[in-house]
């Protein structure tokens, strides 16, 4: 089965500060990666798919990058309404998905 | 709009069974596979399997085969995830998703407890 780690797990930033979190997998995944976006109480929310490409709707501050096994969601400049955690999810091994541990960023 | 509607709250003894149902609506039924996620208390997010609306295929997370069933009515555009033999642990959020994982249901609270 293929694995996935986040990093950092936790993160403490402040409004307009650029935010990078790793999802590295334990084998290569090609670019079968997806971030979402969660805040409490409510379902997760579809940020990018195939690594890089913004789901429809999703503001442009953010990007994601990466292939193989070492992917990132870049925000670039973090606004109040992106306190949340974030999970990365492989689709490499259709239909046998699973999910990072998840990475909270917080308010500092 | 594509929507996701799932059951209520279930609250079941350990042992039991609870099935989850999850109406979709909004776009061709068929034409996409429904994932089911669950989320215990204050962690992360569980990919337990997913079904084909078209053809009825199925795969589930090995940790719960066995325990889990999930099916669809093509009739209703309803998919259902029947989990068995019910442990405390298994109190969470259950939500149901659109395979692309664009649109999600809105989460259906079930509690595990003597």
């Known amino acids: 089965d293929i694995q996935l780690t986040q990093s950092p797990s936790f993160l403490s930033a402040s409004v307009g500060d650029r935010v990078t979190i790793t999802c590295r997998a334990s084998q290569g995944i090609s670019s079968y990666l997806a971030w979402y976006q969660q805040k409490p109480g409510k379902a997760p929310k579809l940020l990018i798919y195939?690594?890089?490409t913004l789901q429809s709707g999703v503001p442009s501050r953010f990007s994601g990058s990466g292939s193989g096994t070492e992917f990132t969601l870049t925000i670039s400049s973090l606004q109040p309404e992106d306190f949340a955690t974030y999970y990365c999810q492989q689709l490499n091994s259709y239909p046998l998905f699973t999910f990072g541990p998840g990475t909270k960023v917080d308010i500092k | 709009q594509v929507q996701l509607v799932q059951s209520g709250a279930e609250v079941k003894k350990p042992g039991a069974s609870v099935k989850v149902s999850c109406k979709a609506s909004?776009?061709?039924?068929?034409?996409?596979?429904i994932s089911w996620v669950r989320q215990a208390p204050g962690q992360g997010l569980e990919w337990m399997g997913w079904i084909s609306a078209y053809n009825g295929n199925t795969n589930y997370a090995q940790k719960l085969q066995g325990r889990v069933t999930m099916t669809t009515d093509t009739s209703t555009s309803t998919a259902y995830m029947e989990l068995r033999s019910l442990r405390s642990d298994d109190t969470a959020v259950y939500y149901c998703a659109r395979n692309s994982g664009d649109y999600w249901g809105q989460g259906t609270l079930v509690t595990v407890s003597s």
């Open positions: 195939a690594a890089s």
């Open positions: 909004g776009y061709t039924f068929t034409s996409y596979g």
